[in-house]
């Protein structure tokens, strides 16, 4: 079944510029550690879901482009054109002269509006191109103009539309230093908004992804790109072709439905967050080696201690605890977990710890709330590597932190004349307070 992938702003185009060339680069890797039968039935399906293919043409896609200004899609495309692998259709990529400005409104109510009926014509050329249809993936920002208010306006469009189909939007959260100065209202606005259309929001945090690069990719001087390449990586272990622990012969079955149906099991828990181990550069992996269990026992560690990577795990948090009193009782709880094996023996990978029914919220039944995928195929070089994506307080701490300093701007009225000129109200920003705090409490009693 195929996804059709809905670019949005600077953010959105160069993170789906990144993901085409990932998906790409695993295609055509050497080191596969599979039969070729068996590699080329996963190369026939990762085309078929990524990528429009016609005889004596180069691959395209399965994408549409979206920017108020048109320097970055022009990149983006001709990026992915001089890679002569694949390419982007001239005909999927909608751009003005003309940007947002970081201003949430102007994108939400003006741009948005204004570009609806040729978005919803390119997204319906594509969707129209598929055998299968999946769902759509948006990416996005949480902090631009562009990015957050055309991209939660075509979220709704898209949700109206496409009633029946799945939705999953993949935000990218701001620095907690500050990009933009109204950052904050903008994401508020943002998530206030997907809450209501999309099926699930992945959030990706710049801060942690900086690290991720610092720490463990040993990135000296850490660029946009550099951070989009570890966006791309984590996306792609989640996409790619992949079947149920259970599963004996090669079905293709990680449908983005079959997803979302396991990872957001109440509309009121959307919000899903991503790690993945182990992330290495290039020269570490080489003299590198891991074994499953390892894997398994520090992803969990990282469930629980809300780590983003396993770098500088705290090893002190335990879901045994039950004492009020002790400071390590704490943990972060789940709603669901999706636990992802690739590499070699991947299906000699015991998924028990995850089964723990400690770990999820005491209204999931036991043995329900950890789903596994696996795939015996070797990705990016990875001999072994295990994703876990999963619906957790994890969001929590840093979403109170961006609608507090929301609320704060909020009550001086900093800047809200600013959203008010294109149509915004205090109404709906006081509507989009009350969602997200509604969404933090409902987390936070897990």
């Given at each position: 079944?195929?996804?059709?992938?809905?670019?949005?702003?600077?953010?959105?185009?160069?993170?789906?510029?990144?993901?085409?060339?990932?998906?790409?680069?695993?295609?055509?890797?050497?080191?596969?550690?599979?039969?070729?039968?068996?590699?080329e039935e996963y190369i026939e399906t990762v085309w078929n879901r990524f990528f429009t293919r016609e005889e004596k043409s180069v691959p395209q896609a399965r994408a549409v482009m979206v920017d108020m200004e048109p320097k970055v899609i022009a990149q983006t495309a001709e990026e992915a054109?001089?890679?002569?692998?694949?390419?982007?259709?001239?005909?999927?990529?909608?751009?003005?002269?003309?940007?947002?400005?970081?201003?949430?409104?102007?994108?939400?109510?003006?741009?948005?509006?204004?570009?609806?009926?040729?978005?919803?014509?390119?997204?319906?050329?594509?969707?129209?191109?598929?055998?299968?249809?999946?769902?759509?993936?948006?990416?996005?920002?949480?902090?631009?103009?562009?990015?957050?208010?055309?991209?939660?306006?075509?979220?709704?469009?898209?949700?109206?539309?496409?009633?029946?189909?799945?939705?999953?939007?993949?935000?990218?959260?701001?620095?907690?230093?500050g990009e933009v100065i109204v950052q904050n209202y903008n994401a508020v606005l943002t998530l206030a908004h997907l809450y209501q259309s999309s099926d699930a929001v992945l959030i990706l945090q710049n801060d942690q992804l900086q690290k991720i690069c610092s720490q463990l990719l040993n990135i000296k001087k850490?660029?946009?790109?550099?951070?989009?390449?570890?966006?791309?990586?984590?996306?792609?272990?989640?996409f790619l072709p992949a079947v149920p622990f259970e599963s004996r012969g090669y079905q293709a079955t990680n449908h983005l439905g079959d997803l979302l149906e396991h990872l957001v099991?109440?509309?009121?828990?959307?919000?899903?967050?991503?790690?993945?181990?182990?992330?290495?550069?290039?020269t570490t992996l080489q003299y590198s080696t891991y074994q499953w269990p390892g894997l398994v026992k520090h992803l969990r560690q990282m469930l629980i201690a809300n780590a983003a990577m396993e770098e500088g795990i705290d090893w002190h948090v335990?879901?045994?605890?039950?004492?009020?009193?002790?400071?390590?009782?704490?943990?972060?709880?789940?709603?669901?977990?999706?636990?992802?094996?690739?590499?070699?023996?991947?299906?000699?990978?015991?998924?028990?710890?995850?089964?723990?029914?400690?770990?999820?919220?005491?209204?999931?039944?036991?043995?329900?709330?950890?789903?596994?995928?696996?795939?015996?195929?070797m990705f990016s070089q990875y001999e072994k590597c295990l994703t876990l994506l999963s619906n957790s307080q994890s969001p929590v701490e840093p979403l109170s932190q961006v609608i507090d300093k929301a609320w704060q701007m909020f009550a001086a009225r900093a800047y809200v004349h600013q959203y008010m000129?294109?149509?915004?109200?205090?109404?709906?920003?006081?509507?989009?307070?009350?969602?997200?705090?509604?969404?933090?409490?409902?987390?936070?009693?897990?």
């Amino acid at each position: 079944m195929s996804i059709v992938t809905v670019q949005l702003g600077q953010c959105g185009n160069q993170i789906g510029g990144q993901l085409f060339a990932t998906i790409t680069e695993d295609i055509h890797s050497k080191q596969t550690g599979v039969q070729k039968k068996q590699n080329e039935e996963y190369i026939e399906t990762v085309w078929n879901r990524f990528f429009t293919r016609e005889e004596k043409s180069v691959p395209q896609a399965r994408a549409v482009m979206v920017d108020m200004e048109p320097k970055v899609i022009a990149q983006t495309a001709e990026e992915a054109r001089k890679s002569g692998c694949w390419q982007y259709s001239r005909k999927q990529q909608f751009c003005q002269k003309r940007g947002s400005g970081n201003n949430w409104a102007h994108g939400y109510c003006v741009h948005g509006h204004n570009a609806k009926d040729a978005i919803v014509t390119m997204v319906q050329r594509e969707v129209e191109k598929c055998d299968r249809f999946d769902g759509f993936l948006v990416l996005m920002s949480l902090a631009g103009g562009t990015g957050s208010g055309v991209g939660a306006y075509i979220t709704q469009v898209l949700r109206d539309e496409y009633p029946h189909s799945s939705i999953m939007n993949q935000v990218v959260g701001p620095y907690s230093m500050g990009e933009v100065i109204v950052q904050n209202y903008n994401a508020v606005l943002t998530l206030a908004h997907l809450y209501q259309s999309s099926d699930a929001v992945l959030i990706l945090q710049n801060d942690q992804l900086q690290k991720i690069c610092s720490q463990l990719l040993n990135i000296k001087k850490i660029s946009f790109k550099d951070i989009n390449k570890v966006i791309a990586h984590k996306l792609a272990t989640v996409f790619l072709p992949a079947v149920p622990f259970e599963s004996r012969g090669y079905q293709a079955t990680n449908h983005l439905g079959d997803l979302l149906e396991h990872l957001v099991p109440h509309p009121e828990y959307k919000l899903l967050t991503v790690c993945n181990i182990p992330q290495l550069s290039a020269t570490t992996l080489q003299y590198s080696t891991y074994q499953w269990p390892g894997l398994v026992k520090h992803l969990r560690q990282m469930l629980i201690a809300n780590a983003a990577m396993e770098e500088g795990i705290d090893w002190h948090v335990k879901v045994s605890s039950v004492d009020p009193l002790d400071r390590w009782s704490s943990f972060n709880k789940s709603m669901a977990s999706l636990l992802i094996a690739r590499g070699k023996d991947a299906n000699s990978v015991d998924i028990t710890p995850f089964q723990d029914p400690r770990l999820y919220a005491s209204w999931i039944l036991p043995g329900c709330g950890v789903s596994a995928w696996k795939q015996t195929r070797m990705f990016s070089q990875y001999e072994k590597c295990l994703t876990l994506l999963s619906n957790s307080q994890s969001p929590v701490e840093p979403l109170s932190q961006v609608i507090d300093k929301a609320w704060q701007m909020f009550a001086a009225r900093a800047y809200v004349h600013q959203y008010m000129k294109h149509g915004l109200t205090e109404e709906d920003f006081l509507d989009s307070f009350a969602c997200l705090e509604q969404v933090v409490k409902n987390y936070k009693e897990l």
